[in-house]
């Protein structure tokens, strides 16, 4: 089991560029996140997806928008990128039905906005 | 709304030293508690979790215990080692909707130790 793998595993986009970021499961959860970790800040959910066909915001959309392709992968776009998007990014993933889910984390994507 | 206060770091300990990081919540209802835990280039992976006030988790020598009358999960451990560098993250679980539990999380205390 690979767990969530993430693409790319870093990133330099100009200001106004747009990219995708990619993230696949393969523990057939059916919720996935997208976070996103600032220095001081921990980590803020960006969007997520309860099930396959669903998505909905988090504490901080603005910027971007997600694609759930399939029940393994949840897609990230930022259509315009901002020198505010600079952060790492982790995708995550969980199952549900049961108490207390722990969610399962990418290694990351390091994106750097000029 | 949710909300999770952490130790402020960096924390610097010798090896065998012990570990007290601390971290409240503020939450409605019985939130489930976590610590999370990220070494090195890593994403983050779970430590150690509580679901109910007086439950104890552990894992790897760490202990945190969910205490809803001081609404606190504070992290210890008795005899650090090198290899516990890392940052380590409380965060809380509140979802509203079934099957959908949203993480909260405190900001991080980065961890060093000493040989």
């Known amino acids: 089991n690979a767990g969530v793998t993430q693409t790319p595993k870093f990133q330099v986009l100009k200001t106004g560029q747009s990219m995708t970021l990619q993230c696949a499961q393969d523990?057939?959860?059916?919720?996935m996140y997208w976070y996103r970790q600032d220095p001081g800040m921990g980590l803020r959910l960006i969007y997520y997806s309860a099930s396959e066909g669903t998505t909905d915001k988090g504490e901080v959309p603005n910027g971007y928008n997600v694609s759930r392709l399939n029940k393994r992968e949840f897609s990230l776009r930022l259509e315009s990128a901002a020198p505010s998007q600079t952060s790492v990014y982790f995708c995550?993933?969980?199952?549900?039905?049961?108490?207390?889910?722990?969610?399962?984390f990418g290694p990351g994507t390091r994106l750097t906005v000029l | 709304g949710n909300s999770v206060t952490q130790m402020e770091g960096p924390v610097t300990l010798s090896e065998e030293a012990f570990l007290t990081i601390n971290c409240t919540y503020t939450?409605?209802?019985?939130?489930?508690l976590f610590w999370y835990v990220q070494y090195p280039g890593e994403g983050l992976q779970l430590l150690l979790k509580?679901?109910?006030?007086?439950d104890k988790g552990s894992n790897k020598g760490f202990e945190a215990t969910y205490r809803k009358e001081t609404t606190s999960f504070h992290l210890e451990k008795g005899s650090v080692q090198v290899s516990d560098s890392a940052v380590y993250f409380c965060a809380l679980s509140q979802g509203f909707n079934f099957g959908n539990e949203k993480l909260t999380f405190g900001t991080g205390t980065r961890l060093t130790i000493i040989p």
């Open positions: 509580a679901t109910k006030a007086d």
């Open positions: 995550a993933s969980s199952n549900t039905g049961l108490a207390a889910q722990v969610q399962y």
């Open positions: 523990m057939n959860h059916n919720s």
């Open positions: 939450a409605t209802g019985y939130p489930s």
